[in-house]
Each structure stands twice: as C-alpha cells, then as structure tokens.
T-cell receptor, first 112, second 115 residues
Framework: DAKTTQPNSMESNEEEPVHLPCNHS???????IHWYRQLPSQGPEYVIH???SNVNNRMASLAIAEDRKSSTLILHRATLRDAAVYYC?????????????FGKGTKLSVKP | DSGVTQTPKHLITATGQRVTLRCSPR?????VYWYQQSLDQGLQFLIQ???????AKGNILERFSAQQFPDLHSELNLSSLELGDSALYFC??????????????FGPGTRLTVL
C-alpha cells in the first residue's frame, strides 16, 4: 500500500470546523482513500472513504485534490466527542491483502 | 456498537502462560482480522481469515496462532507469553475479503497484561 503523511497533532475549538490533511503523493489510480478514527479506549471506527470525487456522510466530508495526491477530512462542527486519533489509509482495489495498514495518524484535541 | 464482540475485556496472566482471545464478527461478515496495539508499535496487523481460511498474514509471531470456525467466530491463541506481549488486541470484521471499499468494523478489544 502507498504511504500517507499526516500531521502528528491538531487542535480545534468546539463547534468549529476542522480540516485534517493527508498527503499521499505516491497514490495509484486504483487506491481508495479511507479514514478511520480511534476514540480513547476504543477500537478504530470507519469514518469515510473516496476514490476521486468529494464524499459526504453523516460523520464527515472528504475532499480529494484533483491530482489525488492529497485529501482533507472535514468535520463540519467539532464536538468534544470528536477528540480522537484520525488515520488516513490507502486501500488498493483488488489487492492481495485486505488488512488496514495504520500509520501514526493525527491526534485531534477539541477544546470546549 | 460496531456489532463485533470480543471476550474477555481484560486478561492478566503470567509469563510463559497461554491464553485464548475470542471474537464474534458482525452478522453476515465473512472476514475476521486480528490487530495488536502497543504503545511503541501502534496498530499492527496480525492475521486475516476469510470464510474459514487464512487469507493474509502480517507480523504475527510463531507463538501466536488463530483460527476461524464454521460459525465464523475466531480465536487468537497466544502462547509462551512474554512481557512484551502486553497490549490491546483488536478483532475486526468485514463483509467480504477486505479489498477496496470493504469497510472494517472493530470490536472493543481485549487488554492483555503479562506480569
């Protein structure tokens, strides 16, 4: 799987939008961009994924650059419950292994 | 609640011992994955089973083994335990074999402490 680069940590204020960046300059045409997050003392949970177009779901939005070398996870109004480590992961469609490869992720702190 | 259950929640044992961790996947999911999370190594993939067969192997030690049963639940066996095996062990499941868009759902984990 191609490598991703994320900032180690970010801080946000409650009820403000948060933009979490991810660089993946070696992404290939068949790589999907997935985001998972891990709340304190819990297992990771799926947030969102996309291939080329921007995606929205009830949790977040995913903005993908036109060249696909970077993406941004957008939390529209951060809550205290969004404090977590966010992982940006590339998944190959049709690859030989189904496991996720976690990097260090971005630790998001949310201030009240 | 992801629908993935893991037992036990906590396990405390001594070096040299053997333990078994159990995972029940979400209803209908065919793949089960095991991950280890320690403070210094982060989340590391151990092994994947798909519909009863081993599908992929990660950094799993020879002292560790796993299997997936006909009812699709899985067990991770850890033997000759060492202090360094102390970690959180997560099980995840997915509908299919995990490629591309197949989402993984994680259980709450088992915290293993080896004294």
């Amino acid at each position: 799987d191609a490598k991703t680069t994320q900032p180690n940590s970010m801080e946000s204020n409650e009820e403000e939008p948060v933009h979490l960046p991810c660089n993946h300059s070696t992404i290939s045409g068949t790589d999907y961009i997935h985001w998972y997050r891990q709340l304190p003392s819990q297992g990771p949970e799926y947030v969102i994924h996309g291939l080329t177009s921007n995606v929205n779901n009830r949790m977040a939005s995913l903005a993908i650059a036109e060249d696909r070398k970077s993406s941004t996870l957008i939390l529209h109004r951060a809550t205290l419950r969004d404090a977590a480590v966010y992982y940006c992961i590339l998944r190959v469609y049709g690859g030989s292994q189904g496991n996720l490869i976690f990097g260090k992720g971005t630790k998001l702190s949310v201030k009240p | 609640d992801s629908g993935v259950t893991q037992t036990p929640k906590h396990l405390i044992t001594a070096t040299g011992q053997r333990v078994t961790l159990r995972c029940s996947p979400r209803s209908g999911d065919l793949s089960v994955y095991w991950y280890q999370q320690s403070l210094d190594q982060g989340l590391q993939f151990l092994i994947q089973y798909y519909n009863g067969e081993e599908r992929a192997k990660g950094n799993i030690l020879e002292r560790f083994s796993a299997q997936q049963f006909p009812d699709l639940h899985s067990e991770l066996n850890l033997s000759s335990l060492e202090l360094g095996d102390s970690a959180l062990y997560f099980c995840a499941s997915s509908r299919l074999s995990g490629m591309g868009t197949d989402t993984q759902y994680f259980g709450p984990g088992t915290r293993l402490t080896v004294l």
